[in-house]
């Protein structure tokens, strides 16, 4: 079975004027199998499927951006559980969001109903924060990440497809992780000078999580966005340089 990736790569090899045989050697695909994806194109219903990642052609969960953002936030500050009847296997995505940033709970819920369209999604209040969650059987074929224990005590990897969405949308990825476990704020500085006491402060951005895997996709996505970044400490990760933070405001900006 070969996913919609290495398809549409093939009827783009096709559509530049490539025969079957020559689209087959480059992808490693069968000519039979091309030859099908050319005559009989891919129908609507494997597109809006109940989960695209179960499609008989496995596809990019849509919208891709909505997806790298509610990654960022699950690999943030993110979970998955199941809940009632083991042997139903419905499981939980919850997230939860600080009620200092109200706004967050709204762009949180929105992106969960973009993804999971046909399921609910409800905010609940905790002590000092909201929790989002969403019921369905296809959290975990979304986010294979889950996993027993904690993140940061098991090996955290993206999956080819999710590399490719966050390949191309690594601003909305970005935005997800600082919004989960991010902060912009001022860095206020004092300094003794020989002319007497400075005192100076400067907008940077801080990333903060217990997961080394999570700080290096979120330095590796800083790097596709030209951001300069560098580790003030073991867990987290600082964006400092003027021309960096403006970068950054352009896909992050404060909470709100």
Known sequence: MYDLAVREQALRLLAS????????????VSRAAIKEWRDRPASDSLMTGTCPRCATIPHLPAPADTYAYLLGLYLGDGCISWVGDRAKRVWSLRIMCADSWPGLVGE???????IRPTNKVRVLQRQGC???????????????????????ERAI?????????????????VRGLMHADGYRGLNRVRRELPGGVRCYAYPRYLFRNESADILALCGAALDLLGVAWRHNKRNELSVA????????DRYVGPKY
């Open 17 to 28: 004027g490539l025969s079957i045989s020559e689209a087959s050697r480059q992808t490693g």
């Open 108 to 114: 949180c819920v929105e992106a969960m109903r973009a």
């Open 130 to 152: 909201s929790e989002v969650n969403s019921y369905s059987k296809h959290w975990p074929h979304l986010f294979p990440q889950h996993g027993p224990g904690k993140k940061h």
């Open 157 to 173: 990897t993206l999956m080819p497809w999710q590399q490719e969405i966050v390949a191309t949308h690594p601003g909305r990825f």
């Open 241 to 248: 340089r003027r021309e960096a933070v403006e970068v950054l």
